[in-house]
């Protein structure tokens, strides 16, 4: 069975920085394009990032430009989402999602981890 598990939320102060990690178990992660999506309460499930299976980067949220950035280890089959200078307003679930490609639709990817918490606050 294809799994994602994300890890490394927290809480952090404003301004603080996070690693978030999206690890498999059944599959290799660099068989697929990788995105990252985050979803506030009461808010929609949003794309941040994403990189494809050749590294490429393709960013979704303008509101993370020059803070978050994503990453492969191949060697350690995970994908990461780096988060500096963060702010109250990056409070949300984050999620890693498998698809074939990157795309800005959640609903286009096949495979999802089931979350972690990152709340920013002081």
């Known amino acids: 069975q294809l799994q994602l598990v994300e890890s490394g939320g927290g809480l952090v102060q404003p301004g603080g920085s996070l690693r978030l990690s999206c690890a498999a178990s059944?599959?290799?992660?660099?068989?697929?394009?990788i995105g990252w999506f985050r979803q506030a309460p009461g808010k929609e499930r949003e794309g941040v990032l994403c990189i494809s299976m050749s590294g490429g980067s393709t960013r979704y949220a303008d509101s993370v430009k020059g803070r978050f950035t994503i990453s492969r280890d191949n060697a350690k089959n995970t994908v990461d989402l780096q988060m500096n200078s963060l702010k109250p307003e990056d409070t949300a679930v984050y999620y890693c999602?498998?698809?074939?490609?990157?795309?800005?639709?959640?609903?286009?990817?096949?495979?999802w981890g089931q979350g972690t918490q990152v709340t920013v606050s002081s």
């Open positions: 999602a498998a698809a074939g490609d990157c795309f800005s639709g959640a609903s286009l990817y096949d495979y």
């Open positions: 059944g599959f290799r992660l660099d068989y697929f394009a």
